[in-house]
């Protein structure tokens, strides 16, 4: 299985709402990342997760929160969220924890955000 | 921080051969890699270079130079199917180990 699943596909929001991005992968992967990316854009790092840990958060503002409730599984939990924050989410692991490894990373098709 | 430059777009036909250039300046660089990333769909990891010289894998080779801060993607026997958008980007150990993408090239492939 080298399949990072995310959920959902499609989410549409308004700026009052609370909602949750997830990720899974079944790679024994043990870094994992959210980033975001616009239109016609490269994606750009939010977070990254390290066994587990946040090792990496690139000044992203508040209301984006994430959890790694364990070492398969990736949330970023969204509130109160502004209409320019409608982007493609993406989720991604890879092999390596912080600092080295196997630095391929496996991305997951994303959540196309909405936020209304 | 880090800075990274591709060309924006690359045209080239059916069974031709392109190279998309790479340059970037980083304090810790670590290593360099190429994603794919077809419209709507996510990116594919491609290659890796973490010392200088070539690496290749099947029909798409990766270059680096470390000295010359300088790397390329090169895609032989085009398809139409490679069009696509061509990310590099760097692994950065500064801050701490980080992948930041380039702007991204757009490949069009026509027959």
């Known amino acids: 299985d080298t399949e990072v699943t995310q959920t959902p596909k499609h989410l549409v929001m308004g700026m009052t709402n609370k909602k949750s991005l997830k990720c899974e992968q079944h790679m024994g992967h043990r870094a994992m990342y959210w980033y975001k990316q616009k239109a016609k854009k490269p994606p750009e790092l939010m977070f990254v997760y390290s066994y587990e840990k946040l090792s990496i958060n690139e000044s992203v503002p508040s209301r984006f929160s994430p959890e790694c409730p364990n070492s398969s599984l990736l949330n970023l939990h969204l509130h109160a969220l502004q209409p320019e924050d409608s982007a493609l989410y993406l989720c991604?692991?890879?092999?390596?924890?912080?600092?080295?490894?196997?630095?391929?990373?496996?991305f997951g098709q994303g959540t196309r955000l909405t936020v209304v | 921080g880090q800075s990274l430059e591709q060309p924006s777009e690359v045209t080239a036909v059916e069974g031709a051969i392109v190279q998309i250039n790479c340059t970037y300046q980083?304090?810790?660089?670590?290593?360099l890699s190429w994603y794919q990333q077809h419209d709507g769909g996510a990116p594919t990891f491609l290659s890796y270079?973490?010392?200088?010289g070539l690496e290749e894998t099947g029909r798409f080779s990766s270059f680096l130079s470390r000295s010359d801060s300088y790397g390329y993607l090169l895609l032989q026997e085009l398809q139409m199917k490679d069009s696509a958008s061509y990310f590099c980007?760097?692994?950065?150990?500064?801050?701490?180990?980080?992948?930041?993408f380039g702007a991204g090239t757009r490949l069009f492939v026509k027959a």
């Open positions: 270079n973490a010392l200088d």
């Open positions: 980007a760097v692994r950065d150990r500064a801050g701490g180990f980080k992948t930041i």
């Open positions: 980083t304090s810790g660089f670590y290593g």
């Open positions: 991604a692991s890879s092999q390596g924890g912080y600092g080295g490894g196997n630095t391929e990373a496996f």
